[in-house]
């Protein structure tokens, strides 16, 4: 391992923590909810007090997504970067709310942009995650064709992250929709393969296959539920492991 230090929660030293944009926006259609925001990063805050380093890659759906621009006729790339863009205003949102809690943070983009946030340098990432500084890592990979899954997979195997924590709005990974299936079934434990050949709505697949290339576990669990972060670290939490 690559620089951390003391175990923290449950034996973990270093975490990623990947969360959707359409997390920020609470009930609304669209956009950023404060107050939701706000309650993710008392979740955050709560993970942090044990002691676990914590890096965050959020996505950038709540503002825009690049598939989206592109069917409207815009050009793919061009939407691409939008979205990255939109991750960047997700991250800046979240550093707000986590500093106003006291915690220390940094914001580190994959296309430099220096008067809003720091570029991406591996060992100064690393070492702001020694110095017990929460990392949210915006713009994705930097690259249009991409997604924050994959950019969340790509940061946690750089900063030798011990798993991705997926908060999600169920609490772990079904084998149908549960929001439209009652009879889905929850699974304890499941394979990457069998994510991928059953097509499961985990993440995408490359960012499926490169965490398998890894070994980076993928613990998929409830964003909802109040202590849910702290609690699926702790292994109490319901939540379904991936790897
Ligand atoms: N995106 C990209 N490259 C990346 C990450 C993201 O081009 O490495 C763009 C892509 O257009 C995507 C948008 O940013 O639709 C928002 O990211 P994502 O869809 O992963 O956000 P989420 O669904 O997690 O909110």
């Known amino acids: 391992m690559d620089g951390t230090t003391e175990t923290g929660a449950a034996g973990y030293k270093r975490v990623m923590l990947k969360i959707s944009g359409e997390a920020l926006m609470g009930d609304q259609g669209f956009g950023l909810h404060p107050p939701t925001v706000e309650r993710i990063a008392r979740e955050v805050q709560s993970v942090h007090e044990t002691g676990v380093e914590i890096c965050m890659v959020i996505g950038g759906g709540n503002i825009f997504r690049g ?6 006729g815009m050009e793919r790339t061009t939407a691409d970067y939008m979205g990255m863009l939109a991750t960047v205003m997700n991250a800046l949102a979240m550093q707000g709310a986590l500093e106003s809690l006291g915690l220390h943070t940094r914001v580190i983009s994959a296309i430099p942009m220096d008067q809003v946030c720091e570029p991406y340098i591996r060992r100064r990432a690393v070492r702001h995650l020694e110095k017990k500084r929460v990392v949210i890592f915006a713009a994705g990979t930097g690259n249009p064709y991409f997604t924050t899954d994959t950019a969340a997979t790509l940061r946690a195997s750089e900063m030798s ?3 991705i924590f997926k908060g999600t709005k169920v609490d772990g990974v079904y084998d149908k929709d549960p929001m439209a299936h009652d009879d889905a079934v929850r699974y304890d434990r499941i394979s990457y393969d069998d994510v991928l050949s059953k097509h499961l709505k985990v993440m995408d697949a490359s960012a499926i296959a490169l965490a398998r290339e890894n070994g980076l576990p993928i613990v998929v669990f409830s964003l909802d539920e109040p202590g849910g ?4 670290l702790a292994g109490t939490a319901t939540h379904t492991r991936v790897g």
């Open 67 to 72: 598939l989206q621009g592109s069917a409207q």
């Open 229 to 232: 972060f702290r609690g699926v």
């Open 161 to 163: 992250c011990e798993a």
